[in-house]
């Protein structure tokens, strides 16, 4: 599969955005899908996860409660509605496949990205 994020851009504090990572090649239906973000000099950041059933959902803390991971298998697409911006959100975010727990997420060996999407909380 292929994945390709977008619905990145430039808001203002306390604003919305909502990521899409949407699949090509081979349904999203068996695989649980990771989101990353990295924000210049600063270290990748595991920030949601959800699994293929969306049974399981995992939040960093750092997005707990903003944040909201959800999909549609059919459309083969996952999203991250992203509430509350702030400056400290500003970062290129990843989507992913790997493994997704209730209180973790991690890489596997054969994980497949996209090319992020950048965004940016400014005022």
């Known amino acids: 599969a292929q994945l390709v994020e977008s619905g990145g851009g430039v808001v203002q504090p306390g604003d919305s955005l909502r990521l899409s990572c949407a699949a090509s090649?081979?349904?999203?239906?068996?695989?649980?899908i990771l989101w990353f973000r990295q924000a210049p000099g600063k270290e990748r950041e595991g920030v949601s996860c959800i699994s293929g059933t969306a049974l399981t959902r995992y939040y960093a803390d750092s997005v707990k409660g903003r944040f909201t991971i959800s999909r549609d298998n059919a459309l083969n697409t996952v999203y991250l509605q992203m509430n509350k911006l702030n400056p400290e959100d500003t970062a290129v975010y990843y989507c992913?496949?790997?493994?997704?727990?209730?209180?973790?997420?991690?890489?596997?060996?054969?994980?497949?990205w996209g090319q992020g999407t950048q965004v940016t909380v400014s005022s």
């Open positions: 992913a496949t790997g493994q997704c727990f209730s209180d973790a997420l991690a890489r596997s060996p054969d994980d497949v």
């Open positions: 090649g081979r349904s999203l239906r068996s695989y649980h």
